[in-house]
Structure formats: C-alpha cells, structure tokens
C-alpha cells in the first residue's frame, strides 16, 4: 500500500503538488487523470522516488522509498525522456535494466520488441517519437516491478501500437497482478483498465473513486430552459449550454429511477456522460461559481 | 459491448442474465472465469469480479470453490418470474401511458393486438 500525506511538491513560487493526501491500495491498476500542468509528473516523481517531497510524506508498505534499495528495485518509472542514454542501442538498453530489475523477463521483454517492430540493433536516438514510447513501454512491462509507473508512455504510438500496449498490459497484469499507475489524457481509449481513477487539479486531488463507478454519475438534463432550471435546482451543475430556449446542463451524481421518469415526465432528454467528459468538466475553470472540487465536497 | 450510461459491472450482469434468459447459457453450465472474461473484453477484471459476484449474490450464479463459477439450476426460471413482474410495470404502463397521452384507447389497442394473435 502506498499512502500519501498532506503531500507538497513546491519549485520557487511554483506549487506543483498542493496538499495532496492519497491512499492506494496494492495491486491495483490506476489512471491519474489530469491537465498539462496540473501536477501529474511531479506527483509521480514523488511516488517514484525520483525526487523528495517538499513537505508531507509517503510511504510504500510502511517505509520512506526515498533512497531505499529494496523499495527500488521493485518500482519502474517510465517517462517522457526514458532516462537511457541516446547514444546505446536497444539491445544494451535491455542489458542495463536486465541487470538493475531483480524480476526482469528478458523472453518477454525480446516478444515485445518483436511486437513493437523494435530493431534491437537500432539506437535509441535514431527511434521516432512512437518507437521511443514503445520502448518506454517494454522497459516497463518487462521489468515487471511490483510498482510500476507509466507516465504517458503513449505518445507518438499510433493506434495500432496502442492498443497492442493496452492489450499487452492487461494480459499481463491478469497473470501477474500489481500496482500499476497510468498516467493519460486519452481516457477513453483505457478507462475501462483502470480499477481506479485518480483526477488532479491545479496540484490538488478532485477525485479518487473507483473507475466503473464513475459510469452514469454525470447526466445531461436537455430540454426547455425553464424546466432544466426546476429539474437541476440543487444539483451540483458542471457544465451548461445554452442554445435559443434551450438549455443543456451536465449535472453531477446518479439520478435514482423516480428522478428520471420525473425528468422524462417534464419533457427533458437524459444523456449518458463518459468518464472523458466527465473528467473535462470536472478540470475546466467555470466562468462563475465555486472550483468543482469545492462543489464535489 | 459497454457503454457509459451504467457502470460496466451492471451491464455485465445484465448480459450474462439475458444469456439465460435467452437460453445460451444453460443451468449448471460453467460461465466464462474473471480473468478469461476481463481479457475477453479488455476491462479491468475487478469489474468483471464486481459483475459476476453480483450474480452470485442474486442467486443466478454458484461458485464451486477451485472450480469456478456455473449458472444455478432455477436461475431462469427465476429471472423469468422477475422479468414477468416487471414487463407490466416497464413495457405495459409506459405503453398506456403514452397511449393515453396521444388519444389511443384501450379497445384500439386491444383489438391491434388481436389481429396480432
């Protein structure tokens, strides 16, 4: 289990992570969800130990990972830069890891290059943006680290190579289960991987529930504006448009039976609102009223 | 498969109850495991693990410890029983409700039923 306390990232004036508590159970798989700047890498840096904390603190099954070699060897942090050197060929790549991971599966790791169409000759500066990502994401798998963190291993991949990522990762979670934290802003195409979902903003935590759990807790009310207005009256209201006489509002929580045949009974469409949209309302600034995670509270 | 208006371990629940329903899984037939269903759809296989306890907790499936998980010997004859106490409730009243709503008479609606026997 790993558990974050009143955790604050700060660079100068800047405040990367805000007093951020989080308590994530081990063996899960987690999408952290969150804007550009909102404090994502930093916060996984932290769970990494690749950098300390500026106040708070956190601990992996009891102890302070920072510079511990035991809680080390058992988490792979795969980002943006891959942290290798350019110059190395895949294949030496593979070697160093091999020799840093106590669990690395060097057979696994070969099928994934094959996968990825990865020439394991290549150097690493001369990969595209797409094969650098593939490769993130076999230093990742193959480790196989009890924590494992990928922070938006995605990028440049195409649609193919994603989804062999996705359906990579899956199976083998599925035969070896452990903490692996996703960070994305392509939700849609993993959300149904996650167990649970973290969502962050501006450094702070909005939301940490189970990730199915988020299915049908945002409704779309449609229809006049006068009777949007009676039907939304007290709701947590996230996003809202207005077109002519009438008005469209995304309202937050699960309507119970009674409300949505009231609702119907008013002459308003109910729509389904996917964890994405969701997750735009709840990070988007709305012009008036309070920050959403002080409405969700 | 799944769609965003109800969480995905109620529509596997769903799915797996018209299966039975339907007859395409038959009393005492072992149903699909967690893993093999979570991989089978690419979910997350707590989900799938939430859809199928939900089942058991309802009776429409029974796990055999080491085994796995198989469909209970009445369960269709007892979503049959529930789904029949709904149908009037769901699919007839809403029905009436409408035809009320636009000037159809019961007798109308009868005799359209009628020619339907």
Known sequence: ?297 | MFDDRSPIYLQIADGIKDDVLSGVLKEDEQVMSTNQYAAFYQINPATAAKGFSTLVDEGVLYKKRGIGMFVSPDARAKLLDGRRQRFFAEVVDPMLAEARMIGIGVDEIVAHLGERK
């Open chain 1, 1 to 297: 289990m790993i558990e974050l306390q009143d955790l604050t990232v700060r660079y100068g004036d800047t405040v990367a992570v805000d007093h951020l508590s989080l308590t994530l159970p081990t063996g899960k798989i987690y999408g952290l969800l969150g804007r550009n700047g909102s404090g994502k890498t930093s916060l996984l840096s932290v769970l990494a130990s690749y950098r300390k904390a500026t106040s708070g603190s956190i601990t992996v099954d009891g102890v302070d990972p920072f510079e511990n070699a035991g809680v080390m060897r058992q988490t792979s942090f795969i980002r943006d830069t891959l942290d290798v050197n350019g110059a190395d060929r895949i294949a030496k790549v593979l070697d160093f890891a091999a020799r840093l991971r106590q669990g690395w599966d060097a057979a696994y790791a070969a099928r994934l290059l094959e996968m990825f169409e990865l020439d394991p000759r290549k150097r690493v500066s001369s990969l595209s943006r797409g094969q650098r990502s593939s490769l993130g994401v076999v230093l990742g798998l193959a480790a196989r680290s009890q924590l494992t963190i990928l922070d938006e291993v995605y990028l440049g991949m195409d649609a193919v190579a994603r989804t062999a990522f996705y359906r990579e990762l899956l199976a083998d979670y599925l035969d070896r289960p452990r903490t692996i934290i996703l960070s994305t802003h392509l939700i849609e195409e993993v959300a149904d991987l996650f167990e649970q979902v973290i969502i962050i903003d501006r450094g702070r935590l909005v939301l940490h529930e189970e990730a199915d759990e988020l299915r049908g807790r945002g409704v779309t009310v449609t229809g006049p504006a006068a009777a949007v207005d009676a039907f939304v009256a007290g709701r947590t209201v996230l996003g809202d448009q207005h077109l002519g006489g009438v008005r469209a509002a995304t309202v937050y929580g699960r309507l119970a039976p009674d409300e949505v045949q009231r609702a119907q009974g008013a002459g308003l469409a109910l729509g389904p609102v996917g964890i994405q949209d969701l997750f735009v309302h709840l990070t988007s600034t709305p012009a008036a009223g309070p920050r959403p995670q002080e409405a969700l509270r």
